[in-house]
């Protein structure tokens, strides 16, 4: 219902405003994840005059009901926000975008050159995700467990299942979906480790602020670190810099 109502207003809003090159729908209604607070988030692709005298780059209306809202882009800040293969969100949110109006095909023919990481891209990503992940545990949630700065050791474990979440995403050759439906999309990969959500849970609920508490959530950062390097190996991953990936320059950090 919402993709109906996003057309019509495009239709109505957009469609014959020069300088409009197209537009995406984006967000939940997007993907068909909607519900009674959900709203329409529209990305207007104009030509470089049309951005500037639009001035404010973002607008909203009531429309059908629902907020509509949206954003101004140019056709070159779409391609640089793909270029490169660096988020790994935003590709997995103009691949799940809706084309609503594209009438020269220009942001079909852009989009389709990034639907899946080249393999060089893919290994090499895979190794940042681990690099950061096994950093925040079993590293550095290690340290401060030893330490007994068990809410150190909490934020460590977090930002690390974080880490390992959008990891496995990568393994299935899957974009990173944003945080608001990243467990709902993970149900659907092919690989995943055994009892992982379930794992997850352990890891992010704390009951007792005891240290074998979290001594036990550190064995659990263990064992699926190591399930994970098994199959890092198989996709082709050195071993040596899964061992100590310290050991290697990263050259930026990943979005999660």
């Known amino acids: ?3 109906s109502i996003a057309k019509d207003f495009v239709k109505m809003k957009f469609e014959k405003t020069d300088g409009v090159v197209g537009v995406l729908l984006t967000g939940s209604a997007s993907i068909g994840y909607m519900d009674v ?10 030509t470089e005059d049309l951005y500037r005298k639009a001035g404010e780059k973002c607008g909203s209306e009531q429309f059908g009901g629902v907020d509509v809202w949206w954003e101004w882009i140019t056709l070159q800040e779409l391609e640089n926000a793909l270029k490169g293969w660096k988020d ?14 594209d009438p020269k095909h220009k942001i079909v023919n852009l989009l389709a050159k990034y639907r899946q990481y080249p393999r060089k891209v893919w290994l090499e990503k895979l190794f940042l995700y681990w690099f950061f992940a096994t950093a925040s545990a079993p590293y550095d949630s290690g340290k401060a467990i030893q ?13 690390a299942m974080e880490y390992y979440t959008a990891l496995i995403f990568i393994l299935n050759q899957s974009f990173v979906p944003y945080r608001k439906w990243r467990l709902k999309e993970f149900d659907k990969l092919a690989y995943k480790p055994e009892n992982y959500k379930e794992n997850m849970h352990k890891i992010l609920t704390v009951r007792s602020w005891a240290k074998k508490e979290f001594e036990d959530k550190q064995r659990i950062a263990n064992e699926l670190a190591t399930v994970l390097e098994k199959k890092l190996v198989e996709v082709g991953i050195a071993k040596e810099k899964l061992k100590n990936p310290w050991n290697f320059k990263v050259t930026y950090v990943p979005r999660t």
């Open 1 to 3: 219902m919402l993709q």
């Open 88 to 101: 790994d969100v935003d590709l997995w949110v103009y691949s799940k975008s809706k084309i609503l109006y």
């Open 147 to 159: 330490r007994n700065d068990l809410l150190s050791a909490q934020l460590y474990l977090t930002q």
């Open 37 to 46: 607070l959900s709203d329409i988030d529209l990305e207007i692709i104009s």
